[in-house]
Structures are given as structure tokens and as C-alpha cells.
């Protein structure tokens, strides 16, 4: 286990203060009294770079790297491609991205480049293959990070035509593309290629399926340009290891496809904490969900690229972490598998857009403010914890989220344009299974479910052959599977499935969708138990489905809509399918409800709790290998066996000895 080590330290920009020397070697004192192990160089440093086109100084960022790994800071190296220098944006236009409303941008920003223009691609490799020849095999350089939070889409000539030949390979056919997409729907049968264009404000939006292929094709085209990138360093660096920063409910990419193409996961995570909204538990619970879908990306320890130390500048009101937050959501992120705890921003830039984000050291300079001591004070603890890296997570729940499913779901007209509400689902049944302190993976159509005792299938709309089948597959097998309202509507195209629906799940549940009925905000409809049964009375809303009962085969009913037409009809039955049973929830039901609903059935299918007695309201306990994290994210002092742990404070096991 020697060298084990959690990552600290986060992004750093020195080539902000290259003409203070003196504040250079103060960011090494300090980051050494902080404990900071690691930081990440690079990401906006390409004006430094590349001052000129075609001339290359990195010379200060060899000095920088080499000076940090000196006093035994590694560095993850990042590609600068995320923002380009003035000259290259001024004198190659194409480079430049064009909105869905066909405008080209003026040079602005960042993360706005065209990923298909071959002009880009030639000047990002160009700078690439300089930083992978010196950087290579620099034993100082431990990863490397592939841009920057990459997202959003181009609609230029280039990527029109690119769109096409992506459709061409999709489809083969405009014959077989017109099936897929209804194109006869308002008489839209495309009859040339040529005629295809990305969705518009003031053009194409009603064929739906063109729309999804669209954000397919975006998701691709990035995932294609780091796989550009990565294999640019790779053919100077073989030996190179590549991250990518992902980001918070980021719709734009199907990460689970990006994920393959990296050798860890990672993620940026910013947190609203102590909005009047929401108590602390529930931002941590927000975040925990967040840090196991990175962690399912490669189902092991993911790192965290950047968090803030004290308070960022972009959300709408910038709200400093309470005192012990910090570590909180330090303690946290490590109990959810992460290998490390990286800051947005290890020194506060003096201008721009974020000279007011918080960072380790502010404009002050100074180390007794509480960014710094919070942030000296976990850089401890994660010494202290460091056995903990690399261990794995146990297999217990999976819950199924898939970026197709939800892009299709989301860009349909109806059942409820108003809102459907996914992630709020989704979170329904994720807090209620963190509460019991299980372990909660997130797993797309593609995955293996194999070792999960449970997988929670949430809207899945788009619902493909093949997963319908590994679905009744883990059932018959033994495992329980909880499927709810409006699941196995559409096929991969968004073609409505014909005949009984949830569509390859009927049989499974033991009973067909009738009806769904979408309701106002705040609109409800009541359910009660059937007798004998201990789940609670419960309220539905957002979508109300009736189910017809299998006629030769039905499912049992364990609680029954109890209002209007509905009344009588299933709001929640379960079904036995070989060794396993299924699970039909009719609606979103108030949270309650899944607590009791998960509560039971965590017994029942025997996943163990992460503690083992019944912790007090907003005490979290996450179990990582032997490891136990309690954490009490409520205001008070709270008692959790023989320990009184004070608000917002952790308490770790490994095994049967307290760490800290
Ligand atoms: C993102 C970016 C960073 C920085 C932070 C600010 O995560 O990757 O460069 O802008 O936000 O919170
Ligand atoms: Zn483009």
C-alpha cells in the first residue's frame, strides 16, 4: 500500500503571474503547508504557448513543472484546445463556431471551437504534439487532460456535411432514414441529402428523431475529437494516461460513450450549497448521485478535477461554504470512490470573468484565511486516508440512466411539455437508496448487470430490444427490477412501439399500459395500500398511468389509486418472473413513499446498510471497501452509536477501527 496517495491540489494558473516570481515561489511554500500533491497546468495557457502561429515557447511551463515535482507536486497536464488565441480565431474564421441560428461568433470565450473543422484540428495538433514531445515521458506529469468541458454544438457548413455522412453511415439509405425518422409526417420525405440540415430555431423542429440523431451526432463529433486529441499525445506518448472533465446533469454528451475512449473518469463539481431551497442533506445527496454516476462511468474510482474551496462567482448568488462544509464535501467525495480532491482554483485571477471566484489563496495572499486552513486542514485528512485509494466500491443498486433515453424523452411533444421532471425522478429513487446507505451505480442499455441485486429503471421511454431482454434476463435469474410509468414507449428511431406496452416489459410485469394522464404542477392524485400491505399511503403526480392486470398472469397489486376514474387501478404491484420479481410504479409519488417503498425492499433482496442501525434524519453513511463514512449534514449535533458528532462533521472506519 506504500505510495498510495489521494490527489490534492487542483487547477493553477501561473501563466497569470509569470512576471511575479515572488508570488510563483509563494504558491510553492504554501501549497506545501496545504498539503497539495498534484496540481493541473495548462488548460487556458495556449496565448502563452503559442504566442504566434507557428512559434512554440514552453520553456516557463517545463521550468514551472519541474520546479513543482521538485518540491514533490505531480502535475496533470491539460491540452490548451479548450480556448485558442486571438490570432488563430482572427485569421481562420471556419475555427469559429455558428449558432442553430446559422451566425458564425466573433472570437469570444472558450469551448466554442468548430470540432470539425480540419483547420482546428491541424492547430490543436500541431501545439499537442510540442507539449507530448516534452512532456512525454516527464515523470513529473502523471495524467493527462484532454481539453476542457467539452459541450455544445456547431452548425457550420463543415459539420452540416459532416452530419450527413454520419447519417449515411447511420442509415444507408434516405429510404431506410425516412422509415426511421416518420418523415412522411407533414409530408417531410427528404429526397436528397443535401435537404438535411441540423434542427433551427427558424428551421427544422418537428421530426423528432432528426433531432435526437442530432444530438447524437454532437455527442460523436466531440468524442471523436478527443479520441483526435488522445491519439495525437498517445503516438508520441504511448505511455500516457488521458483524462476528460465531465460536468454536473450535462446533457450534451453520452458520457457512458465518451467514458470508453478515457483511462479515468473525472468530473467538476459546484455544488449550491445552503440555498434556501434545499437543507444540506439534500445538496449532499444532490452531489453524492453526481459522484456515483462518475464513479459508474468506469465502475472504479474516478477523480475529482475541480470543486471550489470556498464559493464560485457564476451560480446566482455566490454563497460561501459554512465552516466544515469544505470537508464535508471532501470527506464525501472520497467516500464515493474518488482517488482525489482538486480545486477550481488553486490562486484567484487579478482580472476577467472569474477574479471573484473563490479560490485556495485569494488576492489577500494570505494563509490564515479559511480557504486556506479548510483546505490545509483536508489535505491532512487525505493523507491520513490515503490507504483508502483505488478501493473499489461494492455492487448493490443499479439505476438505469441513459443519455439517448433521456434526449428522445425530453425532445418528445407530450405527455407533459410543462416538464418531465428526469432528474427528479431519477433523484426520487437515488436519495431514498443513499438514505438506506446502499451503493448506487448508474448503468445505461448497454451495461452488464451482472453482481447488482437491484436495477431501478426509471422512465426509460426509449427502450431498446436488447436491454427489454437482459431486463426479464436479471429477473429470471433472481434479481428485482423497479420499472416505472412511461418505460418502453419508442424504439431507437422515437417510432412508437406497436401493440402492448411497456414494450418487451409486459410479460415481466405482468400487465400492460392503458392510459397516462399528465397533470399540473401540484395537481395530485392519492393511493392507498391494499390491505395487508405495509407501504404508506402516497400521493402521485407529474404522470398518472393505468395499467390493465395481465389476464392469465397478473401482477399483484400493493397499493391502488384511490381518486376518479383511477380509482381501483394499480398504483404500485409487483410481480414474480422466475427466481426474481419485478416491480410496476404507476407515478411519482411524494418521497415518503420511496423511503418506505426501498426501505423494504433493500430487506427483502438482503443489500446490506452501509451502517447497520437506523441513523438519525441527515446523517449519511457510505461504506467504500472497509471503509465507513458517517457524515452529519444536519445543523445540530447528532449521535450515531457511542459518537456525538458535531454539525457537518465526518466520522470514518475502516473496519472496526474509528480513523477519525
Ligand atoms: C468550470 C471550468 C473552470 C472554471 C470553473 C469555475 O468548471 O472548467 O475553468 O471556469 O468552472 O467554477
Ligand atoms: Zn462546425
Avoid at 448497454?446 to 426509449?462: F, H, K, Q, R
Wanted: glycine share 6%; charged share 25%; hydrophobic share 40%.
Amino acid at each position: 500500500m506504500q505510495g498510495r496517495k489521494l490527489l490534492h491540489g487542483g487547477d493553477y494558473n501561473p501563466e497569470q503571474w509569470l512576471d511575479r516570481p515572488d508570488i510563483l515561489a509563494q504558491d510553492i511554500e504554501l501549497m506545501k503547508k496545504a498539503r497539495v500533491n498534484t496540481v493541473t497546468l495548462g488548460v487556458f495557457s495556449w496565448s502563452v504557448l503559442e504566442p504566434e502561429e507557428g512559434v512554440f515557447n514552453l520553456d516557463w511551463l517545463a521550468d514551472i513543472i519541474h520546479n513543482l515535482y521538485a518540491n514533490g507536486i505531480r502535475t496533470i497536464l491539460a491540452t490548451p484546445s479548450a480556448a485558442r488565441p486571438a490570432w488563430l480565431a482572427h485569421k481562420y474564421p471556419e475555427v469559429r463556431r455558428v449558432r442553430a441560428d446559422r451566425v458564425r461568433e466573433l472570437y469570444n470565450r472558450r469551448q466554442n471551437y468548430c470540432y470539425t473543422s480540419p483547420l482546428y484540428r491541424d492547430k490543436v495538433r500541431r501545439i499537442d504534439q510540442k507539449l507530448a514531445q516534452r512532456f512525454g515521458s516527464d515523470p513529473a506529469v502523471i495524467l493527462w487532460h484532454i481539453s476542457n468541458e467539452m459541450g455544445g454544438d456547431c452548425h457550420c457548413e463543415l459539420c452540416q456535411a459532416e452530419f450527413r455522412r454520419w447519417l449515411q453511415t447511420r442509415y444507408g439509405s434516405l429510404q431506410a432514414l425516412n422509415k426511421a425518422w416518420n418523415a412522411r409526417f407533414w409530408s417531410h420525405d427528404y429526397t436528397d441529402w443535401e435537404q438535411i440540415e441540423s434542427p433551427a430555431p427558424q428551421g427544422e423542429n418537428a421530426v423528432q428523431a432528426l433531432a435526437l440523431d442530432w444530438k447524437r451526432f454532437v455527442s460523436d463529433r466531440h468524442i471523436d475529437f478527443l479520441k483526435f486529441e488522445r491519439d495525437t499525445v498517445k503516438e508520441i506518448a504511448p505511455n500516457a494516461k488521458f483524462t476528460v472533465n465531465m460536468m454536473y446533469r450535462f446533457d450534451g454528451i453520452d458520457y457512458f460513450k465518451m467514458e470508453k475512449e478515457i483511462d479515468v473518469a473525472s468530473w467538476d463539481n459546484y455544488p449550491t450549497w445552503h440555498k434556501p431551497s434545499e437543507t444540506v442533506e439534500e445538496t449532499a445527496l444532490d452531489t453524492a448521485m453526481m459522484h456515483d454516476l462518475f464513479y459508474s462511468m468506469k465502475d472504479k474510482p474516478f477523480l475529482l478535477m475541480e470543486s471550489s474551496p470556498s464559493f464560485t462567482n457564476w451560480q446566482p448568488v455566490s454563497k460561501q461554504k459554512k465552516p466544515g462544509i469544505a470537508e464535508l464535501a471532501a470527506l464525501q467525495t472520497v467516500a464515493h470512490g474518488a482517488d482525489s480532491v482538486l480545486y477550481f482554483q488553486w490562486r484567484a485571477s487579478r482580472g476577467a470573468e472569474e477574479k471573484l471566484h473563490g479560490a485556495v489563496i485569494g488576492h489577500d495572499g494570505r494563509e490564515d484565511a479559511r480557504s486556506f486552513t479548510e483546505t490545509a486542514q483536508v489535505g491532512q485528512e487525505l493523507e491520513t486516508l490515503a490507504e483508502i485509494t483505488a478501493v473499489k466500491r461494492e455492487k448493490q443498486a443499479a439505476i438505469v440512466h441513459d443519455w439517448q433515453n433521456k434526449w428522445a424523452l425530453e425532445g418528445s411533444c407530450g405527455p407533459r411539455n410543462a416538464g418531465m421532471g428526469y432528474w427528479d425522478e431519477l433523484k426520487r429513487h437515488y436519495n431514498a437508496l443513499a438514505r438506506e446507505g446502499i451503493a448506487v451505480e448508474f448503468v445505461d442499455q448497454n451495461a452488464d448487470l451482472t453482481g447488482y441485486g437491484l436495477v431501478v429503471v426509471p422512465m426509460l421511454y426509449l427502450l431498446t430490444d436488447a436491454f427489454a431482454k437482459k431486463l426479464c434476463a436479471f429477473a429470471q435469474s433472481g434479481g428485482t427490477v423497479i420499472v416505472t410509468y412511461w418505460s418502453g414507449v419508442v424504439d431507437e428511431s422515437d417510432l412508437c412501439r406497436l401493440g402492448d406496452t411497456p414494450y418487451g416489459l409486459t410479460e415481466l410485469l405482468g400487465l400492460r399500459r392503458t392510459e397516462i394522464d399528465g397533470m399540473y404542477d401540484g395537481e395530485t392524485r392519492s393511493c392507498m395500500p391494499v390491505a395487508g400491505c405495509t407501504l404508506p399511503a402516497a400521493q402521485a403526480s407529474i404522470l398518472c398511468e393505468v395499467a390493465a392486470l395481465d389476464e392469465e398472469n397478473p401482477a399483484e397489486p400493493l397499493s391502488l389509486y384511490d381518486e376518479d376514474y383511477f380509482a381501483g387501478h394499480p398504483a404500485v404491484a409487483v410481480h414474480r418472473y422466475g427466481k426474481g420479481r419485478a416491480y410496476y410504479l404507476a407515478s411519482r409519488f411524494d418521497e415518503a413513499f420511496y423511503r418506505a417503498f426501498y426501505h423494504d425492499a433493500a430487506k427483502e433482496i438482503g443489500l446490506s446498510q452501509a451502517w447497520p442501525e437506523a441513523l438519525p434524519e441527515g446523517v449519511l453513511a457510505v461504506r467504500r471497501g472497509s471503509f465507513v463514512f458517517v457524515q452529519n449534514c444536519t445543523e445540530q449535533p447528532a449521535t450515531v452509536g457511542n459518537t456525538v458528532l458535531e454539525r457537518y462533521r465526518t466520522a470514518v472506519w475502516k473496519g472496526k477501527d474509528r480513523i477519525f
